[in-house]
Protein backbone atom coordinates (compact mmCIF):
# COMPACT_ATOMS: atom_id res chain seq x y z
CA UNK A 1 0.00 0.00 0.00
CA UNK A 2 0.98 3.76 -0.52
CA UNK A 3 3.23 4.49 2.51
CA UNK A 4 1.59 6.94 4.47
CA UNK A 5 4.20 7.53 7.37
CA UNK A 6 4.74 11.14 6.65
CA UNK A 7 1.07 12.38 5.78
CA UNK A 8 0.36 13.59 9.19
CA UNK A 9 3.04 16.64 8.57
CA UNK A 10 1.84 17.46 4.98
CA UNK A 11 -2.00 17.07 4.88
CA UNK A 12 -4.83 17.99 7.06
CA UNK A 13 -5.99 15.51 7.95
CA UNK A 14 -9.12 16.58 10.23
CA UNK A 15 -9.97 18.87 7.64
CA UNK A 16 -9.62 16.49 4.97
CA UNK A 17 -12.23 14.36 7.26
CA UNK A 18 -14.64 17.19 8.09
CA UNK A 19 -14.86 18.35 4.05
CA UNK A 20 -15.76 14.73 3.24
CA UNK A 21 -18.30 14.30 6.15
CA UNK A 22 -20.19 18.01 4.57
CA UNK A 23 -19.82 17.09 0.96
CA UNK A 24 -21.68 13.28 2.13
CA UNK A 25 -24.07 15.18 4.19
CA UNK A 26 -25.48 17.84 1.60
CA UNK A 27 -25.39 15.07 -1.20
CA UNK A 28 -27.32 12.75 1.11
CA UNK A 29 -30.05 15.57 1.72
CA UNK A 30 -30.26 15.80 -2.17
CA UNK A 31 -31.02 11.86 -2.66
CA UNK A 32 -33.86 12.35 0.35
CA UNK A 33 -35.17 15.40 -0.85
CA UNK A 34 -38.51 14.76 -2.76
CA UNK A 35 -37.55 11.27 -2.59
CA UNK A 36 -40.72 9.18 -4.90
CA UNK A 37 -42.14 6.24 -2.72
CA UNK A 38 -40.84 4.30 -5.29
CA UNK A 39 -37.61 5.38 -7.40
CA UNK A 40 -37.16 4.76 -11.18
CA UNK A 41 -34.30 3.46 -12.99
CA UNK A 42 -32.34 5.96 -15.41
CA UNK A 43 -29.69 3.38 -16.61
CA UNK A 44 -28.55 -0.02 -16.14
CA UNK A 45 -24.50 -0.77 -16.27
CA UNK A 46 -23.11 -4.39 -16.27
CA UNK A 47 -26.56 -6.19 -16.51
CA UNK A 48 -30.10 -5.70 -16.00
CA UNK A 49 -30.02 -5.63 -12.39
CA UNK A 50 -27.00 -3.23 -11.83
CA UNK A 51 -29.08 -0.08 -11.97
CA UNK A 52 -28.53 4.09 -11.86
CA UNK A 53 -31.18 6.89 -10.89
CA UNK A 54 -30.80 10.27 -11.59
CA UNK A 55 -30.05 10.54 -7.95
CA UNK A 56 -27.20 9.01 -7.92
CA UNK A 57 -26.27 11.35 -11.05
CA UNK A 58 -27.16 14.42 -9.17
CA UNK A 59 -25.86 13.81 -6.16
CA UNK A 60 -22.01 12.66 -7.61
CA UNK A 61 -22.70 15.99 -9.60
CA UNK A 62 -22.85 18.17 -6.58
CA UNK A 63 -20.24 16.77 -5.08
CA UNK A 64 -17.74 17.18 -8.16
CA UNK A 65 -18.88 20.74 -8.36
CA UNK A 66 -18.14 21.70 -4.86
CA UNK A 67 -14.77 19.58 -4.97
CA UNK A 68 -13.64 21.71 -7.97
CA UNK A 69 -14.31 25.07 -6.70
CA UNK A 70 -12.79 23.90 -3.06
CA UNK A 71 -9.67 21.42 -3.96
CA UNK A 72 -8.89 22.43 -7.72
CA UNK A 73 -5.95 20.76 -7.55
CA UNK A 74 -7.34 17.28 -6.70
CA UNK A 75 -8.23 14.56 -8.85
CA UNK A 76 -11.67 12.26 -8.32
CA UNK A 77 -12.76 8.90 -8.73
CA UNK A 78 -16.76 8.36 -9.17
CA UNK A 79 -18.86 5.31 -9.68
CA UNK A 80 -20.97 7.56 -12.08
CA UNK A 81 -18.68 9.74 -14.35
CA UNK A 82 -14.96 7.92 -13.83
CA UNK A 83 -11.58 9.66 -12.98
CA UNK A 84 -10.84 13.08 -13.61
CA UNK A 85 -7.04 13.60 -12.79
CA UNK A 86 -5.61 16.22 -10.35
CA UNK A 87 -1.91 17.45 -9.94
CA UNK A 88 -1.98 17.52 -5.56
CA UNK A 89 -1.54 13.48 -5.61
CA UNK A 90 -5.14 13.30 -3.55
CA UNK A 91 -8.01 11.88 -5.43
CA UNK A 92 -11.65 12.10 -4.03
CA UNK A 93 -13.05 8.34 -4.57
CA UNK A 94 -17.10 9.00 -4.09
CA UNK A 95 -20.14 6.18 -4.50
CA UNK A 96 -23.14 8.29 -4.91
CA UNK A 97 -25.27 5.77 -3.62
CA UNK A 98 -23.81 2.13 -2.32
CA UNK A 99 -26.98 0.28 -1.90
CA UNK A 100 -29.03 2.06 -4.75
CA UNK A 101 -31.54 -1.25 -5.01
CA UNK A 102 -32.50 -0.64 -0.96
CA UNK A 103 -32.64 2.81 -2.27
CA UNK A 104 -35.26 2.27 -5.28
CA UNK A 105 -37.22 -0.26 -2.79
CA UNK A 106 -37.09 1.96 0.24
CA UNK A 107 -35.13 -0.09 2.12
CA UNK A 108 -33.20 1.99 4.29
CA UNK A 109 -29.56 0.95 4.66
CA UNK A 110 -27.86 3.09 1.29
CA UNK A 111 -25.01 5.35 1.76
CA UNK A 112 -22.90 8.27 0.56
CA UNK A 113 -19.67 7.35 1.00
CA UNK A 114 -16.79 10.29 0.56
CA UNK A 115 -13.06 9.22 0.90
CA UNK A 116 -9.76 11.20 -0.34
CA UNK A 117 -6.80 9.11 -1.30
CA UNK A 118 -3.14 8.80 -1.87
CA UNK A 119 -1.90 6.98 -5.08
CA UNK A 120 -3.61 5.58 -7.97
CA UNK A 121 -7.03 4.04 -6.74
CA UNK A 122 -7.47 2.53 -10.08
CA UNK A 123 -4.25 -0.27 -9.15
CA UNK A 124 -5.24 -2.52 -5.97
CA UNK A 125 -2.50 -1.99 -3.33
CA UNK A 126 -0.99 1.14 -4.81
CA UNK A 127 -3.37 3.91 -2.75
CA UNK A 128 -4.13 4.16 0.47
CA UNK A 129 -7.28 6.31 1.96
CA UNK A 130 -6.50 9.14 4.68
CA UNK A 131 -10.00 10.59 5.54
CA UNK A 132 -13.25 9.76 4.65
CA UNK A 133 -17.30 9.46 5.43
CA UNK A 134 -19.83 6.94 5.20
CA UNK A 135 -23.25 8.48 6.04
CA UNK A 136 -26.52 6.78 5.19
CA UNK A 137 -29.53 9.69 5.09
CA UNK A 138 -32.25 7.42 5.91
CA UNK A 139 -31.46 6.63 9.32
CA UNK A 140 -28.72 9.99 9.81
CA UNK A 141 -26.29 7.26 11.23
CA UNK A 142 -22.44 9.08 10.11
CA UNK A 143 -19.07 7.47 10.30
CA UNK A 144 -16.00 9.39 9.71
CA UNK A 145 -12.37 8.54 9.75
CA UNK A 146 -9.02 9.97 9.20
CA UNK A 147 -5.86 8.14 9.05
CA UNK A 148 -4.14 7.89 12.81
CA UNK A 149 -6.85 10.01 14.07
CA UNK A 150 -9.47 6.94 14.39
CA UNK A 151 -13.30 6.68 13.39
CA UNK A 152 -16.08 7.95 14.90
CA UNK A 153 -20.14 6.91 14.37
CA UNK A 154 -22.10 10.83 14.74
CA UNK A 155 -18.99 11.96 16.98
CA UNK A 156 -18.67 8.92 19.48
CA UNK A 157 -15.34 7.30 19.11
CA UNK A 158 -15.02 3.63 17.56
CA UNK A 159 -13.42 0.27 18.79
CA UNK A 160 -14.39 -2.44 17.21
CA UNK A 161 -14.70 -5.43 19.58
CA UNK A 162 -12.66 -8.76 20.17
CA UNK A 163 -13.53 -10.87 18.02
CA UNK A 164 -15.57 -14.24 18.46
CA UNK A 165 -14.57 -17.94 17.30
CA UNK A 166 -15.74 -18.72 13.48
CA UNK A 167 -18.61 -20.34 14.69
CA UNK A 168 -19.65 -17.75 16.31
CA UNK A 169 -19.40 -15.00 14.50
CA UNK A 170 -21.91 -12.96 12.30
CA UNK A 171 -20.70 -12.59 8.53
CA UNK A 172 -21.19 -10.00 6.23
CA UNK A 173 -21.28 -10.39 2.54
CA UNK A 174 -22.77 -9.42 -0.37
CA UNK A 175 -23.50 -10.68 -4.32
CA UNK A 176 -22.52 -9.51 -7.95
CA UNK A 177 -24.58 -8.49 -10.70
CA UNK A 178 -23.38 -11.30 -13.35
CA UNK A 179 -25.92 -14.50 -13.02
CA UNK A 180 -21.94 -16.46 -12.97
CA UNK A 181 -20.41 -14.66 -10.18
CA UNK A 182 -23.55 -15.16 -8.22
CA UNK A 183 -23.74 -18.87 -8.72
CA UNK A 184 -19.87 -18.88 -7.61
CA UNK A 185 -20.58 -16.61 -4.79
CA UNK A 186 -23.77 -18.55 -3.67
CA UNK A 187 -21.79 -21.81 -3.60
CA UNK A 188 -19.30 -20.26 -0.95
CA UNK A 189 -22.43 -18.30 1.11
CA UNK A 190 -23.75 -22.29 1.14
CA UNK A 191 -20.59 -23.76 2.43
CA UNK A 192 -19.87 -21.21 5.09
CA UNK A 193 -23.32 -21.09 6.81
CA UNK A 194 -23.49 -24.07 8.63
CA UNK A 195 -20.22 -23.11 9.90
CA UNK A 196 -20.95 -19.24 11.13
CA UNK A 197 -23.48 -17.89 13.72
CA UNK A 198 -25.21 -16.61 10.84
CA UNK A 199 -24.82 -14.74 7.27
CA UNK A 200 -26.19 -11.23 6.49
CA UNK A 201 -26.24 -9.47 3.40
CA UNK A 202 -27.12 -5.93 3.84
CA UNK A 203 -26.59 -4.59 0.30
CA UNK A 204 -24.20 -1.70 0.99
CA UNK A 205 -20.70 -2.44 0.74
CA UNK A 206 -19.35 0.79 2.95
CA UNK A 207 -22.06 0.17 5.35
CA UNK A 208 -21.18 -3.21 6.05
CA UNK A 209 -17.35 -2.35 6.70
CA UNK A 210 -19.00 0.55 9.00
CA UNK A 211 -20.91 -2.39 10.54
CA UNK A 212 -17.86 -3.80 11.92
CA UNK A 213 -16.08 -0.69 13.59
CA UNK A 214 -19.58 -0.73 15.22
CA UNK A 215 -19.83 -4.34 16.63
CA UNK A 216 -22.97 -4.46 14.38
CA UNK A 217 -20.82 -7.49 12.08
CA UNK A 218 -18.26 -9.77 13.48
CA UNK A 219 -16.42 -10.15 10.08
CA UNK A 220 -17.34 -9.06 6.27
CA UNK A 221 -16.23 -10.57 2.57
CA UNK A 222 -17.09 -9.53 -0.61
CA UNK A 223 -15.96 -10.49 -4.19
CA UNK A 224 -15.91 -7.45 -7.04
CA UNK A 225 -15.78 -4.54 -4.86
CA UNK A 226 -14.92 -1.23 -7.19
CA UNK A 227 -12.51 1.71 -5.08
CA UNK A 228 -15.74 3.48 -4.24
CA UNK A 229 -16.75 0.81 -2.42
CA UNK A 230 -14.70 0.31 -0.18
CA UNK A 231 -12.41 3.62 0.15
CA UNK A 232 -14.49 5.27 2.82
CA UNK A 233 -15.86 2.27 4.86
CA UNK A 234 -12.39 0.66 4.92
CA UNK A 235 -10.94 3.13 6.81
CA UNK A 236 -13.69 3.51 8.80
CA UNK A 237 -13.05 -0.05 10.16
CA UNK A 238 -9.42 -0.27 9.71
CA UNK A 239 -9.37 3.04 12.31
CA UNK A 240 -11.69 1.00 14.64
CA UNK A 241 -9.24 -1.58 14.47
CA UNK A 242 -10.34 -4.11 12.05
CA UNK A 243 -8.48 -5.74 9.13
CA UNK A 244 -8.84 -5.11 5.84
CA UNK A 245 -7.25 -7.35 3.77
CA UNK A 246 -7.43 -9.83 0.59
CA UNK A 247 -6.70 -13.48 0.28
CA UNK A 248 -2.87 -14.49 0.84
CA UNK A 249 -0.38 -11.99 0.14
CA UNK A 250 -2.81 -10.06 -1.48
CA UNK A 251 -4.33 -6.62 -0.70
CA UNK A 252 -8.35 -6.04 -0.61
CA UNK A 253 -9.36 -5.20 -4.61
CA UNK A 254 -11.84 -6.66 -6.91
CA UNK A 255 -11.04 -9.96 -6.49
CA UNK A 256 -11.48 -9.86 -2.61
CA UNK A 257 -11.89 -8.51 0.62
CA UNK A 258 -12.08 -9.58 3.65
CA UNK A 259 -12.49 -7.43 7.28
CA UNK A 260 -12.29 -8.79 10.59
CA UNK A 261 -9.95 -7.93 13.53
CA UNK A 262 -7.34 -10.91 14.27
CA UNK A 263 -7.68 -13.83 14.58
CA UNK A 264 -11.09 -13.74 12.95
CA UNK A 265 -10.30 -12.08 9.76
CA UNK A 266 -7.21 -14.86 9.08
CA UNK A 267 -9.25 -17.62 9.31
CA UNK A 268 -11.85 -17.06 7.54
CA UNK A 269 -9.66 -15.72 4.88
CA UNK A 270 -7.69 -18.82 5.02
CA UNK A 271 -11.16 -20.91 4.82
CA UNK A 272 -12.18 -18.81 1.66
CA UNK A 273 -8.79 -19.63 0.32
CA UNK A 274 -9.62 -23.21 0.30
CA UNK A 275 -12.81 -22.78 -1.42
CA UNK A 276 -11.58 -20.83 -4.63
CA UNK A 277 -13.46 -17.41 -3.53
CA UNK A 278 -11.45 -16.09 -5.16
CA UNK A 279 -10.87 -17.67 -8.54
CA UNK A 280 -11.75 -15.98 -11.23
CA UNK A 281 -15.72 -16.60 -12.55
Not at 103 to 131: C, E, H, K, M, N
Not at 179 to 204: E, M, N, T
Not at 216 to 232: F, K
Amino acid sequence: MTDLSDLAGSVDLAGLRDLAESLAREAGELIQRDRPARVEVAATKSSPTDVVTEKDRAAEHLIRSRLARERTDDGMLGEEAGLQSGSSGLTWVVDPIDGTTNYLYGIPFYAVSVAVVTGDPQVPGRWASVAGCVHNPATGHTWTAAHGLGATLDGTALTAPEPPALEQALVGTGFGYQPQRRQAQARIAADLLPRVRDLRRIGSASIDLCMLASGWLDAYYERGLNPWDLAAGALVAAESGVVVRGLGAAPPSEQMLVAARRPLVDVLADHLERLDAGAPD
